[in-house]
């Protein structure tokens, strides 16, 4: 294909799949599989590794917006009471131990597969007020977990609930992953965070989530495709959409199943976060600092491209 007819393609919208859970990893993702299967489509699975501690979550019980969230998306239908028991009443599964054959199954039939966290739970609460040891040790077990059931290396990362810090995005880089998908904002960027310059691009969720948006006045499960098809009827940039393997692939597949129709109406090539690294030029894109800020829907901060990058910043391996 020459430059021009590539300049002339219509853009990418890579499918991320973020697999929060031991029930989402046994129940889920096949049913993904399956559905991806009938379009001839591939996308990026990010698994969970080590625990299902879910129920731990009702920690945040005070953190603004969280109850809330929680009556509006119904959790306890999406996930299941035995899921929300774990690590609090029931002692959670250690999920590549258990179902690391979904897995591997993942990868032998073409899909990208990389590491969301080792415990999800953990990480998501932690890992913003962590240190460099605390970091490291948590990315390596989940690095080394899911290299394990896959017996290669992951191919790319994306943090759970977009919590990242300098010392994660230090680790990426000298896992070797070229890009990851840790942070919310509008187009791929070089990332500085902490004053650490990572040379593994980041490639971020652009579209609101399916459990930022149901519930919201006039958004129920008739009308959550119609929504965000109508988000990307301009085709004239790649997106990223998030979606979970304990909504998406279980009560939620057929707005999934909408969306997929959707969106290969509307012309993009849907496919891998990888199938839109290949069509960067990874040198030339900005440099952002990654920063803390909030998106409608979801409790608490998260990790989202901020401005472009000045200054001085050290760049580690």
């Known amino acids: 294909m020459s430059d021009r007819a590539d300049r002339c393609a219509p853009p990418h919208l890579a499918l991320k799949v973020d697999v929060d859970t031991y029930r989402g990893t046994l129940e889920g993702v096949p049913a993904l599989l399956e559905l991806l299967a009938e379009f001839d489509l591939h996308a990026t699975l990010l698994f969970s590794i080590g625990p299902d501690h879910t129920g731990r979550a009702l920690r945040r019980v005070l953190r603004p917006g969280f109850l809330s969230k929680v009556r509006r998306t119904s959790v306890a239908s999406h996930y299941g009471v035995k899921t929300l028991l774990y690590g609090v009443l029931l002692p959670g599964p250690h999920i590549a131990r ?3 054959q979904i897995m591997r199954a993942a990868l032998d039939a073409g899909h990208e597969v990389g590491v969301h966290a080792y415990d999800h739970v953990l990480w998501q609460d932690k890992v913003a007020r962590r240190g460099h040891d605390w970091t490291w040790r948590q990315m390596q077990l989940a690095w ?13 990362a994306g943090a759970a609930g ?10 990426e880089d000298a896992f070797g992953l070229r890009y990851a998908s840790d942070v919310r904002g509008e187009g791929p960027f070089r990332p500085v965070m902490d004053g650490i310059a990572s040379r593994c691009v980041q490639i971020p969720t652009t579209l609101p989530t399916l459990d930022e948006l149901l519930g919201l006045p006039g958004l129920d499960q ?13 085709v004239r940039r790649s997106q990223v959409y998030t979606l979970h393997a304990e909504l998406e692939g279980m009560k939620l597949r057929g707005v999934f199943r909408d969306l997929l129709a959707g969106w290969s109406g509307q012309g993009y090539r849907l496919g891998t976060l990888g199938d839109t690294f290949a069509t960067l030029d990874a040198a030339a894109l900005p440099r ?27 760049e580690r391996a």
């Open 98 to 100: 258990r179902a690391g």
């Open 144 to 156: 080394d977990g899911l290299r394990d059931a896959l017996g290669v290396d992951p191919a790319t």
């Open 162 to 171: 977009w919590q990242i810090n300098g010392h994660a995005l230090a680790a």
């Open 222 to 234: 008739s009308t959550l495709a119609a929504h965000l098809l109508g988000l990307t009827a301009d």
């Open 288 to 314: 952002r600092e990654v920063i803390w800020g909030s998106v409608p829907g979801r409790s608490g901060r998260l990790a989202c491209a901020g401005a472009i990058a000045n200054g001085s910043s050290q």
